[in-house]
């Protein structure tokens, strides 16, 4: 029987430079992802080591500008790299994400003094950020929260609890958005907190369906005093830097779909080359062959979103519309391929003794984080019709 094994995804780079660099995080993540990923996952142990050597090998800062550390990549390339080690583990490839989005408010909005003092450390040496906007009280109503922030002489005074943070309880950095002013969202300010700061702690991590390995906590800030060099664009800006970063973090959370949806595709073509049933390869069956086709297509069209977006963004165009659409296609086509691959392998699906299952179970989450799809449909409508009547 020839060898129907699923081969490496035939990416459309725009230089040599990132082609190699393409070809780095598929070797790493064949040696130090891949092999411990399963057993890791289902230990929910965070890999803490590969994100230090992702550090190392300058993979923390990809987009962001290379006088302060950063790899200078396009997001067109960015996001490839975040499909290649979702598709290794999607811990990995969502902590990166994160840690990109918890840097991007400093980054884009902060002056080139706190640039100069925090983004080297942040993006090449070691540490792992968080975002903290959502509370138990204002998840989609982001500009509800409730986390305070009151001046005092040169400080500022955070009290309140974030919740659903990614990295909570672990982060060396949060991004922290805070009520200075009016309700609404003119009077919301961002912070860049230290991760051990006096009085910032975090609840023991949320119980999971799946991604169980990325820790999900609580963050409780009580009295906790930062500079007000800390602070991150204008008082009152804090909102508006949340909302641009989301629309970023939203194809980072697209390419990770994508990721997924491909692992899920690559082990259902490989288990079916392999599988016999009625004396042949179930892939032989007409059946089978159209799911994987549909599967195939579904996730060709989702890169292909995310992709057009992210080119819109590296050419400096309003690309809003496209991450959010980005964000829905691609999470909804990994849970349909993610259920057909558990599909594909019947019994053995259901089974923790392959990844399908794990697969299906990560997918799901990706249709709610960073803004859930009925808020994407919600920012499609707006652009096509205008905001709603009040």
């Known amino acids: 029987m020839p060898d129907r094994a699923p081969q490496p995804v035939d990416r459309q780079l725009p230089t040599d430079e990132a082609r190699d660099l393409i070809s780095l995080v598929r070797d790493i993540a064949q040696r130090e992802i891949v092999p411990g990923a399963a057993e890791e996952e289902d230990a929910g142990r965070f890999p803490r080591e590969v994100f230090t050597l992702l550090s190392d090998s300058g993979l923390l800062g990809l987009p962001y500008d290379a006088e302060f550390g950063g790899g200078e990549q396009p997001y067109e390339v960015y996001l490839q790299v975040l499909e290649e080690l979702a598709a290794a583990r999607l811990t990995v490839g969502l902590g990166v994400s994160v840690h990109t989005l918890a840097s991007y408010a400093l980054a884009t909005h902060g002056t080139k003094e706190q640039q100069a003092e925090h983004l080297p450390v942040m993006l090449g040496g070691g540490l792992l950020g968080a975002y903290c906007l959502s509370e138990p009280a204002s998840g989609s109503d982001a500009a509800s929260l409730r986390t305070k922030a009151v001046r005092d002489g040169d400080d500022w005074v955070i009290t309140g609890t974030k919740a ?23 009077g919301i300010t961002a912070f860049l907190v230290p991760g051990d700061a006096d009085g910032l702690s975090a609840a023991a991590p949320e119980k999971k369906m799946g991604l169980k390995g990325s820790p999900t906590a609580q963050v409780h800030l009580d009295g906790v005093r930062v500079p007000d060099a800390r602070r991150i664009g204008d008082e009152g800006q804090g909102f508006a830097i949340a909302l641009s970063a989301l629309d970023s973090g939203r194809l980072g959370i697209a390419a990770c779909a994508i990721g997924v949806a491909q692992a899920a595709l690559d082990e259902a073509v490989s288990y079916a080359a392999e599988r016999r049933q009625f004396g042949k390869p179930i892939v032989d069956f007409q059946g089978l062959r159209f799911m994987l086709a549909d599967m195939a297509t579904q996730i060709e069209a989702g890169r292909a979103l995310y992709l057009t977006a992210a080119r819109l963004r590296d050419a400096g165009l309003p690309f809003a519309k496209q991450a959010a659409m980005a964000k829905l296609h691609c999470t909804d086509t990994a849970m349909r391929v993610t259920t057909d691959a558990v599909q594909v392998l019947g019994g053995y699906g259901y089974t923790a003794d392959f990844p399908a299952e794990r697969y299906l179970r990560e997918a799901k989450v990706l249709q709610i984080v960073e803004g859930t799809n009925q808020i994407q449909r919600m920012v499609i409508a707006r652009h096509l019709a205008g905001p709603e009547e009040r």
Not at 164 to 186: K, L, N, Q, S
């Open 164 to 186: 659903w943070i990614t990295h909570g309880g672990i982060a060396d950095f949060y991004t922290v958005m805070a009520r200075t002013g009016e309700d609404g969202p003119r």
